[in-house]
């Protein structure tokens, strides 16, 4: 083959977008933006990194997705080859400011001072509003910031993507810092943490770095499951967790999944993530999803009538970020043209929101239709106790799907599926997550059949 450094430019840039259905932007753009194509043949790709450390972390950690994201992008499977960098190699790159590395919280727009703790003031127990939905994560939160190390060591919150497990454990944080001025409090999200660990380890930090996280009282770090896969920075964690855990320090732990589902963590470390309390969040209902944008909207003194905010809070169900960002969105347009805020209009506005929602909501039943059409297997079979190979692998995939796509409990899926049990449910997604990492092929077809569950012809 020969190709020209423009094409290696655009097929390593289609590289790093897809790299990004798997991997979070920064640490596409952390590790992957800064190599380079060197050559590329029918069975091998060659790639130039800054320095040794880009080709040990992504050995290390990211092969298998670079791996599938080289397949779609070249039509064929390649081996990645990174030769050895002679010193000084890149080193202008290897110099290049990175992106921020200061917590950055979400915060709809608006500015916000974030301490160097990584505290943001904005996320109060004042601010929170309580609904069944978090009445336990609720309480454990407020037990831990009365009285730190003592009542709940470690604390778990997990839930889906923006329920409030962020917002609970900053409170945590900035109750502790008014209530016991004299503990050092530290936040970090786990991006940071391994971003962190990894400059120290170039730049011979090590100490330093160690000292910031295991010489505070209480560790707040938030997102545990980007550890998934980075066996270096979870040893780190370990020791640290260790080091914290036996000075009777308070350790916090926010995650998308109960520690046992995480498959990709080594045992040592999620067992001890189960040694204090464990606390789900669950999508808010409708009276606290109410309540919610009625806090709101008092914080921004913004005024939306009560039918509207009844629109919002219906048809957006299952992510609290969103239902801010809905508010938000109806409250600029209502600054602007006050007088054509009409139901019509909040429709057209947050059409992309609803449709999301609830103009088509994926159920088990749909999942387990269209995961039985792919796999070629009866329908009941999702129901039935056969366990051969080519019907318990889709059963547990939409068993997996289902606990994406719903709200229901591991109980309520495993009662779906022929009166399964929670365990079995659990096992269903530690099989598929482990899978997911290491089989592309079986992949990209979880990946087609999410693609068709979520728009349906
Ligand atoms: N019960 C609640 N009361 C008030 N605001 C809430 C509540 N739950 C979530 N929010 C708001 O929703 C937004 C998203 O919450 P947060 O970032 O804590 O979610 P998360 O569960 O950590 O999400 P992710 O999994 O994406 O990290 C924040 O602005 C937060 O203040």
Redesign the pocket.
């Known amino acids: 083959m020969n190709n020209t450094s423009a094409e290696f430019g655009w097929i390593w840039e289609k590289v790093c977008q897809e790299m990004q259905t798997t991997a979070s932007r920064d640490a596409v753009e952390r590790w992957f933006c800064p190599l380079r194509i060197l050559a590329l043949s029918e069975e091998q790709i060659t790639l130039e990194a800054p320095d040794s450390i880009y080709r040990y972390w992504i050995e290390e950690n990211y092969l298998p997705q670079l791996s599938s994201a080289l397949a779609k992008i070249l039509g064929r499977q390649v081996r990645v080859v990174f030769p050895a960098a002679p010193s000084g190699t890149h080193a202008a790159a290897a110099e290049q400011p990175r992106k921020a590395e200061k917590p950055e919280?979400?915060?709809?727009g608006a500015s916000e001072t974030v301490s160097s703790n990584g505290l943001n003031p904005?996320?109060t127990f004042d601010?929170?509003?309580?609904?069944a939905n978090?009445e336990f994560a609720d309480a454990a939160a407020h037990a831990v910031a009365n009285a730190p190390a003592r009542a709940y060591n470690p604390v778990f919150f997990y839930?889906?993507?923006?329920?409030?497990?962020?917002?609970?454990?900053?409170a945590i944080g900035n109750g502790i810092h008014r209530l016991h001025r004299s503990l050092k409090v530290q936040y970090v999200t786990c991006e940071q943490f391994t971003n962190e660990f990894i400059d120290a380890i170039q730049k011979g930090a090590l100490l330093r770095f160690r000292r910031k996280y295991r010489e505070v009282d209480v560790l707040l770090l938030?997102?545990v499951q980007f550890l998934a896969g980075k066996e270096r920075s979870q040893e780190e964690f370990f020791h640290t967790f260790n080091c914290l855990f036996d000075g009777s320090k308070q350790i916090v732990l926010?995650s998308?999944a109960v520690p046992s589902a995480m498959q990709t963590l080594e045992k040592r470390l999620t067992s001890r993530f189960e040694w204090g309390l464990t606390a789900e969040?669950l999508p808010?209902q409708l009276e606290?999803r109410l309540a919610?944008l009625r806090?709101?909207m008092r914080i921004l003194s913004i005024s939306v009538p009560d039918e509207i905010l009844s629109t919002i809070a219906e048809r957006i169900q299952s992510?609290?970020?969103q239902?801010?960002g809905a508010l938000n969105r109806v409250a600029a347009f209502a600054a602007l043209h006050p007088e054509r805020l009409t139901a019509g209009q909040v429709q057209l506005l947050l059409k992309d929101l609803f449709n999301k929602h609830s103009t088509h909501s994926v159920t088990i039943e749909s999942i387990q239709k269209q995961v039985a059409e792919t796999f070629d297997i009866r329908l009941a079979d999702m129901t039935s106790k056969r366990r051969l190979a080519h019907i318990t692998l889709p059963r547990m995939v939409a068993m997996y799907l289902s606990r994406k796509f719903t709200t229901c409990s591991l109980a309520e899926i495993g009662e779906n599926f022929g009166g399964r049990d929670h365990g079995t449910v659990l096992h269903a997604q530690r099989v598929v997550a482990e899978k997911l990492q290491s089989e592309s092929r079986f992949e990209t077809v979880v990946r087609e059949l999410i693609e068709k569950l979520e728009n349906p012809e």
Not at 105 to 108: A, G, I
Not at 159 to 170: C, E, I, N, S
Request: hydrophobic residues 30%.
């Open positions: 919280l979400r915060t709809n904005r996320y601010s929170f509003i309580v609904g978090s839930g889906k993507v923006g329920l409030g497990k962020t917002h609970l454990m900053q938030d997102d926010t998308d969040l808010p606290t919610i806090h709101k992510n609290v970020r239902l801010e």
